[in-house]
């Protein structure tokens, strides 16, 4: 079956962490860009980090360099989402997504919030 399947999501505290999973399945996730998107409330869904097939090519929005890392592991066919220094502007549902066959996951919700 062809899917992504996130998990990590959760309520967080302002300035906490967080680390989301993404999970491929049924494509050959080893070859594939990754993306992780999220959309806030009211607003569109943008992108915020890349990262290559062999993670040699890395991007973030702006909004959230120095604080967000994402890597994967290829032998697990699995993205990560390492979320520092958490800001409530941060609240949003968070979606893994494979571009070149435009998969996305089933989103996981992330709140920032005292």
């Known amino acids: 079956q062809v899917q992504l399947v996130e998990s990590g999501g959760g309520l967080v505290q302002p300035g906490g962490s967080l680390k989301l999973s993404c999970v491929g399945s049924g494509f050959p996730f080893n070859k594939y860009l990754m993306q992780w998107h999220r959309q806030a409330p009211g607003k569109e869904r943008e992108v915020v980090a890349s990262?290559?097939?062999?993670?040699?090519?890395?991007n973030y929005v702006p909004s959230v360099k120095g604080r967000f890392t994402i890597s994967r592991d290829n032998a697990e066919n699995t993205v990560y989402l390492e979320m520092k220094s958490l800001k409530s502007e941060d609240t949003a549902v968070y979606y893994c997504?494979?571009?070149?066959?435009?998969?996305w996951g089933q989103g996981t919700q992330v709140t920032v919030s005292s």
């Open positions: 990262i290559s097939s062999a993670s040699g090519v890395i």
């Open positions: 997504h494979a571009p070149t066959s435009n998969l």
